[in-house]
């Protein structure tokens, strides 16, 4: 039977945009873009150092030559969130996998940008830039093992047929991913746009912790409000209580993500392990209800 109506139109525009083609596209323009990045910060570093080239942000993205590294990690996060947005609609769990897999590299980037900062000659567990990386260090650990984890359970689930009614949902979430894309291209330009102006107005960024939140705080925030979109929409496609509370144990995933970015210290990369270990819960604990409602 021919779909009417808006579906057949979302479709259409969502394989075209999110397409394989297009994505290997933007792929290589990310790979050659971060490689770019990467030089140029190198290039930053080195006229600062011969005291040609000045920004207000120096003791922190021009302090040593392995904050350059910072620089390709930015670029590639902005590839991954499109990716996120690309996945959004196969499954609330590829989407959730897709925020963890996010704000581990996010940490990784963090640490780069810390090495620089460490003060060797006092005690590793009296500087706060000291204790900062170890945190991280042990903490991208857990993530790593428990995002492992998580997609190990993940691939566990047997998908089920496409029904017209579930069809309508996979396509409401198309509709959704096509109004994120230029949400997301807009909030990082102004973003970017908005930080360039600290560099030339008396205004600045003084901290590591405030760098690393830029773009992200408002990022997570639409995603937040994306996730409870998805949410209130699945209540029309299924009644299942073990699917609603899963769907409901995600978005708070998210949201522990984003009350990460206001915080720093432990209480930083704490936050960011509860949210991975509370999915993975919610994961298990939906599988187990699944597996024995089948043997009912």
């Not at 969130?81 to 609330?92: G, M, N, W």
């Not at 093992?145 to 579930?166: C, M």
Request: charged content about 15%; proline content about 2%; glycine content about 4%.
């Amino acid at each position: 039977m021919e779909r009417k109506g808006w579906q057949p139109w979302v479709e259409k525009v969502f394989f075209r945009v999110f397409s394989e083609s297009n994505r290997k596209t933007i792929e290589r323009i990310t790979i050659n873009v971060a490689v770019a990045g990467f030089i140029i910060h190198l290039l930053l570093i080195l006229l600062k150092n011969y005291d040609i080239f000045h920004s207000r942000m120096d003791n922190i993205l021009l302090a040593d030559p392995i904050s350059a590294i910072y620089t390709p990690f930015s670029i590639i996060l902005i590839y991954e969130i499109y990716l996120l947005i690309h996945f959004l609609p196969r499954s609330f769990t590829t989407a959730v996998s897709k925020q963890f897999e996010i704000i581990s590299l996010i940490v990784i980037r963090r640490i780069f940008g810390e090495i620089p900062h460490i003060d060797l000659m006092a005690s590793w567990f009296t500087a706060p830039q000291n204790l900062q990386l170890i945190y991280d260090l042990i903490g991208i650990l857990i993530l790593f093992f428990l995002i492992y984890l998580f997609n190990k359970s993940r691939e566990k689930i047997v998908k089920g047929k496409l029904s017209e009614r579930l069809q309508r949902f996979v396509n409401s979430k198309r509709a959704l991913s096509l109004v994120l894309l230029p949400v997301l291209i807009f909030t990082s330009l102004y973003t970017l746009i908005a930080w360039l102006q600290t560099q030339f107005s008396g205004a600045s960024i003084t901290s590591s912790f405030h760098l690393n939140s830029i773009f992200y705080n408002e990022f997570f925030t639409i995603l937040i409000l994306a996730d409870v979109f998805i949410l209130l929409l699945s209540f029309q496609y299924t009644e299942r209580y073990s699917q609603l509370i899963r769907n409901t144990g995600f978005v708070i995933c998210t949201i522990l993500i984003r009350l990460s970015f206001a915080t720093n210290g432990l209480t930083n990369i704490a936050l960011i392990i509860s949210s991975v270990t509370f999915g993975l819960l919610v994961l298990r604990i939906y599988q187990a209800t699944e597996a024995s409602r089948k043997l009912e």
